[in-house]
């Protein structure tokens, strides 16, 4: 007859929460996943899914029990490494947000906004556009199968133990936030610059003829435009995100220590 102590049991059990936490994590902050489509069952469904697979090839846990300080420790660590892997890819799609806010903007779409279903705030159409552009292009490219990888990868560079992401980490994830900005500037730029040299000639137009009414045509006429620009730049914008979540990739390697 078997008998197992009630060390060995807590053993067993941490050794499965404490990866489950860290999996878990990641599926409330990552892309896609982390949006209100999809059902809070069906992320629980895929993290012990996930854990199961993966807990047989991580190393032993440390010698600390679950419901103890260093085992509350532990538990903190393994759900900001999980976050933290979804929230790199999260600023990549908030510069896509950004930049489209931008174009909006710019063409006077500013005031037609709907409800993202990822964030569950209203963004301009426009946004929503892009948005639901990259989320397919991010799907297609298997974007969420390598984030996934990293993260499995990271229980090698930062094991279950009571030592987390590095001060060095958290300041990269730092300063590269500021590619927020940077990056969706840089996705807008096209748009943004053919838009701004239209609203100069209605300018330069209305000095000439005062009684033109800018207005009524320059409204139309930018609407038009935007919308041609944009087709026109969606290869462009295409190669500017899969760049900017290349640079995540490499970024979140980095700060997990790969």
């Excluded at 102590?5 to 990866?19: N, Q």
């Excluded at 996934?148 to 590095?166: A, H, W, Y």
């Excluded at 137009?205 to 009524?216: C, E, K």
């Amino acid at each position: 007859m078997l008998t197992f102590s009630e060390a060995e049991i807590l053993h067993t059990v941490a050794s499965f929460v404490w990866p489950m936490l860290r999996i878990g994590s990641l599926f409330i902050s990552i892309p896609v996943f982390s949006g209100q489509p999809v059902p809070a069952r069906i992320r629980l469904i895929l993290a012990l899914a996930m854990t199961w697979l993966v807990t047989p090839l991580l190393p032993a846990p440390p010698p600390f029990e679950l419901f103890t300080y260093p085992g509350l420790m532990i538990a903190i660590h393994q759900v900001f490494i999980g976050i933290l892997s979804g929230f790199f890819l999260r600023m990549v799609f908030a510069a896509v947000v950004f930049g489209g806010q931008a174009i909006a903007y710019g063409m006077g779409l500013g005031f037609a906004s709907m409800v993202d279903p990822q964030t569950g705030v209203q963004v301009p159409v426009v946004a929503q556009f892009y948005m639901m552009l990259t989320t397919l292009l991010f799907l297609a490219t298997d974007g969420h199968l390598l984030l996934i990888e990293i993260l499995v990868d990271s229980f090698r560079t930062i094991p279950v133990s009571l030592n987390g992401i590095s001060h060095a980490g958290i300041w990269s994830l730092m300063a590269w936030s500021s590619r927020i900005f940077a990056g969706g500037v840089w996705m807008a730029l096209p748009v943004m610059l053919g838009l701004l040299l239209v609203n100069i000639g209605f300018g330069v137009a209305t000095r000439a003829a005062p009684q033109l009414n800018v207005f009524a045509v320059g409204f139309v006429v930018s609407i038009l435009l935007g919308l041609w620009l944009i087709w026109l730049t969606l290869p462009v914008m295409s190669s500017q995100f899969s760049g900017l979540l290349d640079d995540s990739y490499r970024a979140l390697s980095g700060t997990l220590g790969m």
